[in-house]
């Protein structure tokens, strides 16, 4: 009961406090500074041991709230969210949107007013293919921008450690592909970050942080690259864009008569889970079938199988041919139907680094280009969908139609030409929409058919990186790397 009547009268006392001198002291024994409301130094004025943590959240984007229910104008956070739009910092809502706190320094009469930034550095590739020259700046609002200095920095991704790019002291540095090393861009396929300090007067700013990667690839979500193959898997990987664009199919490269059979920009097409043996020759067409397996309920046996899941190179009758495939489960190989666990199947899955027996070298790209290329995921194929800008080469007779992929924006070069290379029908072995749609595999499986795995298909203005295809089809294969 002494207790309670202690706590009672201190909070009383403190509470007399507050209304008296609208302040409050938290820690110490002396009366709050008279300039404060709430007073947190716990010991003096000159001895203070900690400090203030304020609430830590990710936020999504400046224009959305989340995690909060709605913008509040004087929320203040500190965010660890770090991408594209917002870095890690101490952020401000005025109400509509976050804005980061730019300085806390006091403000002298006659100095300019703080710096706004109305665009941040953004994003910018540096291809292989010819010398691409941009800029990596920022826009500021229209002040008296007199007086102002300009220093950028280095800033690794990983680490997040700093360095000062000697010389880079104006508000844009000029980045091409010889150039590139000056600014410690080295590596293909790697993400360098940057940004600039802004010092006007007693003020100062740090810009957003731009992007830079050099190499052929796509944009990948927060900010992520993955690299991308030239050109189709069988094609030639220094055919330039230009070329694949611009070639002209020819029904002379085939041995069916038919400028859809061409394989030189197209690539072959490859059953799901095989290897490289033969049976995907793009220029070859139904007759190198094997018609015994049309009708059959389960495909290829498993006592025609290899430890690996391939078909037993001695079985010339099917080895390196092309299984068709109307009935059953439409696969071209059998699964065991007794438990349906694929772990029991054979090994013949395109999974990079088969987490089953270690074998990596079922993955054709793994094969045919060497480590680390390999089939794309069905994720990725989606990250490379909708992170980047696909427009559309109508080419018809006069050339190769297709996508090209643009990781830089609209009016940016192209990274890489994706044609239109049809698919290989699982009925009778036969071109389907070659010039008019594209159908690539991803090394994901579909569990739920079974007997399906998943592709991105598209068609001009049309893409989709669910569809789920059987695997006795023939897609072509575009390789990616880390």
């Not at 995690?67 to 109400?95: A, M, Q, R």
Request: glycine residues 10%; aromatic residues 12%.
């Amino acid at each position: 009961m002494k207790q309670k009547m202690i706590f009672l009268a201190l909070t009383l006392w403190m509470l007399s406090a507050a209304s008296a001198n609208a302040q409050v002291r938290i820690g110490g024994t002396t009366n709050p500074n008279s300039s404060a409301i709430l007073d947190l130094n716990p010991n003096n004025e000159d001895n203070a041991t900690g400090g203030f943590l304020l609430p830590r959240v990710n936020l999504t984007a400046p224009n959305l709230p989340n995690p909060f229910e709605e913008h509040v104008k004087g929320l203040t956070v500190y965010n660890l969210t770090d991408s594209e739009e917002l870095n890690e910092g101490v952020y401000c809502n005025n109400g509509v949107e976050w804005f980061p706190v730019i300085s806390c320094e006091s403000m002298n009469a006659g100095t300019e007013p703080p710096v706004i930034f109305l665009r941040q550095p953004g994003f910018l590739w540096l291809g292989v293919d010819g010398s691409l020259t941009d800029t990596l700046g920022f826009e500021l609002a229209a002040v008296d921008k007199s007086g102002f200095t300009y220093q950028w920095y280095k800033r690794d991704p990983v680490t997040l450690l700093s360095e000062l790019i000697a010389g880079a002291t104006s508000d844009a540095i000029f980045i091409n592909k010889d150039n590139r090393t000056n600014y410690g861009i080295s590596d293909e396929g790697k993400v360098y970050q940057f940004y600039c300090v802004v010092v006007s007067g007693s003020q100062y700013a740090i810009s957003g942080t731009g992007r830079v990667v050099y190499g052929t690839g796509a944009r990948l979500a927060n900010g992520g690259w993955i690299k991308v193959a030239n050109a189709n898997l069988r094609v030639d990987q220094d055919l330039s864009l230009d070329y694949q664009i611009d070639y002209k199919p020819s029904a002379e490269t085939s041995t069916v008569n038919d400028k859809a059979y061409d394989p030189t920009v197209y690539g072959d097409w490859y059953e799901w889970g095989r290897k490289k043996d033969g049976h995907q020759k793009r220029e070859v067409l139904a007759v190198n079938t094997v018609a015994t397996y049309l009708n059959s309920p389960n495909g290829v046996g498993l006592d025609s199988l290899d430890t690996d899941g391939q078909i037993k190179s001695g079985l010339l009758d099917i080895f390196g041919k092309f299984i068709q495939r109307n009935a059953g489960t439409l696969d071209w190989r059998q699964y065991p139907e007794e438990d349906g666990n694929f772990a029991t199947a054979p090994a013949n899955e395109w999974t990079w680094g088969n987490p089953v027996n270690g074998i990596t070298d079922l993955d054709p790209c793994r094969s045919e280009l060497g480590a680390p290329w390999r089939v794309p995921t069905q994720v990725e194929w989606a990250q490379i969908v909708s992170n980047n800008i696909w427009i559309w080469q109508d080419d018809g007779t006069n050339g190769t139609s297709g996508y090209l992929l643009k990781p830089g924006g609209t009016n940016k070069p192209a990274a890489f030409f994706l044609p239109a290379a049809g698919y290989r029908s699982r009925i009778d072995g036969m071109q389907i929409k070659v010039g008019i749609c594209g159908n690539y595999w991803s090394s994901t499986i579909n569990r739920t058919t079974r007997t399906a795995s998943y592709t991105f298909y598209f068609e001009n203005n049309y893409f989709d990186t669910a569809t789920h295809t059987n695997r006795a089809t023939g897609c072509a294969i575009r390789c990616v790397s880390e």
